[in-house]
């Protein structure tokens, strides 16, 4: 069983940057994938990025590329969601997702099993 837990959500106003976290324990795999996605009132859940185990490499949706940045720290606990020059079409529930992989250059955006329960990034005009 794997645990995610996310923080770091809040209110920004215009053009701002928030830091989200995923911290993650549990039995994990030799080789996985974490996963950002986000949904907002009235969508569907949609992918925002994804980093391997060893941080190497890294997949990210085109809505956000370019403003977002995952990344993770040495210990590989936990993973970051850097978000800068943000809209208010980025506000949503953030949730961080885990994926066993064969190897560590598979970053997919989708089939993640074990998921955080959310934190709510709210960006005002």
């Known amino acids: 069983q794997v645990h995610l837990v996310e923080s770091g959500g809040g209110l920004v106003q215009g053009v701002g940057s928030l830091r989200l976290s995923c911290t993650v324990s549990g039995r994990t795999d030799i080789t996985y994938a974490v996963a950002w996605f986000r949904q907002a009132p009235g969508n569907e859940r949609e992918f925002v990025g994804a980093i391997s185990m060893s941080g190497t490499n890294t997949n990210y949706a085109d809505s956000v590329k370019g403003r977002f940045t995952i990344s993770r720290d040495n210990a590989k606990t936990t993973i970051y969601l850097q978000m800068n020059s943000l809209k208010p079409e980025d506000t949503a529930i953030y949730y961080c997702?885990?994926?066993?992989?064969?190897?560590?250059?598979?970053?997919?955006?989708?089939?993640?099993?074990?998921w955080g329960q959310g934190t709510q990034a709210t960006v005002s005009s």
């Open positions: 997702a885990y994926k066993r992989t064969l190897t560590d250059t598979y970053v997919p955006a989708s089939g993640y099993a074990y």
